[in-house]
């Protein structure tokens, strides 16, 4: 039988996974100042810890928890964007692997997580726009951000799916199996 909670186990990973994020969004820059490139890292983490805990909501527990995490840590540009940024990633995850049925092929995760990076980039014009910054600049500021969003959201969403295969073969699902049915 299937439990609809998490179990003590379950949300000790997904909290892993969530510090693993914020240690990745601090430690894994690199210098190419290109928008959205640091999500070859994050949204891979990210689709890794929603593939292994394959329950709906995993992915919002993960988004919350590193979300306040990175707040408290610092990381982003304040705590006005960021820990929206996080939320919103986790929600968009569950929800199109709901609608996806999980995660199925390498397409199906670039396209979560290209959806995912690109949401990340939604918050910051919602709040834009919140904030009365005329639509022109937030327009021509966005769209070259929101292409390279895609891109790398696309690549980490590939990269979290190669390595969940590999864990997959490595026998390592059956260990968690095991450890969720206790």
């Known amino acids: 039988m299937k439990r609809h909670y998490f179990s003590t186990f379950e949300i000790v990973l997904l909290s892993q996974f969530a510090l693993l994020i914020v240690i990745a969004k601090l430690i894994l820059k ?3 100042h290109i928008p959205g490139h640091s999500a070859i890292f994050w ?3 990210l689709m890794l810890a929603r593939s292994i805990i394959n329950k709906n909501g995993a992915g919002t527990y993960v988004g919350v928890f590193s979300g306040i995490l990175a707040v408290f840590l610092g990381v982003g540009k304040g705590a006005l964007l960021t820990f929206p ?6 929600i968009m995850i569950d929800i199109l692997l709901y609608f996806f049925g999980g995660i199925s092929s390498a397409l199906v995760a670039g ?3 290209a959806a995912v990076n690109i ?3 939604v918050v910051s014009w919602i709040v834009a726009q919140s904030l009365g910054i005329p639509v022109f600049f937030i327009g021509a500021g966005l769209s070259f951000a929101a292409l390279t969003h895609a891109i790398f959201g696309f690549m980490g969403g590939l990269v979290g799916y190669w390595v969940f295969l590999s864990l997959k073969k490595a026998k390592f699902m059956k260990y968690i199996e095991e450890r969720q049915a206790r």
């Open 119 to 121: 949401s990340k980039l």
């Open 85 to 90: 940024k996080y939320l919103i990633m986790g």
């Open 43 to 45: 949204v891979a983490l």
């Open 30 to 32: 690199i210098p190419i």
């Open 111 to 113: 396209v979560v997580g």
